[in-house]
């Protein structure tokens, strides 16, 4: 039966493991009355948690399984590994830090894979991992929407008294009126690698927004990103790059 249950699953398991639930009242009730399912979600992951510690669930593109736990778990340290594990750090921290926007719209655009998962795809030639863990960022090349709206001209970024950060930018946005679009605008510290600040809505004044700082910041260089959204649409425009300042 363990094995009967494992390929129905996608893949064959030892009996061993599988006894373990099989036998139990709960997987009889919920899996005999449900021989056709190809996933357990009506089996519940708590209580099948609870059933067998050799057991591991997780998600993929939407779909949940579960399978044996390893015994053993392989850790090579090739170079390769390494440096693209430098990469995949970077690009982890700079994507948790801008991860909301990355859920309410790359998300909208994104096939088969989450919003961050696509993110992670679009910025591996970005960003390049070394074997001692560290990472060189072409920041220029940092991407966080992926569409054909058009995007913005003549963009100016200016930091102002009290770290007050002016953007400022020219049609198609701005002036006019029959472009329903909102703008996400945001700022990536070089040191710290996340996002300090950003703006993600309909500007309150035409070709322009000001953008508040945080009072602490670092002498490193801060990176400044737009793109512009249309909800109604569900598209977006290229991601801008719009230079860098040094407080």
Known sequence: MGVLWGRLLGRPHPISI???????????????????????????????????????????????????????????????QL???????????IGASVKSLLIQHLQQVAQNMSGYNLFIGMNTKAVTGHSDGSATIDWQRL??????????????????????????????????????????????????KICIAQHASRPKQKGMVRLNLPADLSQAPKHVYLYGYDLKLGKMSPTQYLGSFTP
């Open 143 to 192: 991407r966080f929407s992926k569409g054909s709206l058009q995007p913005c001209r003549n963009t100016s970024i200016r930091l102002n008294q009290n770290n007050r950060l002016r953007i400022s930018w020219t049609a198609p946005i701005s002036g006019d009126d029959d472009f329903d679009h909102l703008l996400a605008i945001f700022v990536l510290d070089e040191e710290t």
């Open 83 to 93: 440096r693209s594990r430098a990469r995949m750090k970077v690009l982890s921290q």
């Open 18 to 80: 599988f006894d373990q639930v099989s036998q139990h009242p709960y997987f009889l009730n919920h899996f005999v009355s449900h021989p056709f399912m190809s996933t357990h979600q009506e089996l519940g992951k708590s209580q099948i948690r609870k059933l067998s510690g050799e057991l591991i669930f997780s998600s993929w593109k939407g779909v949940e399984y579960f399978r044996s736990r390893p015994q053993q778990v392989a850790n090579p340290r090739t170079p390769a």
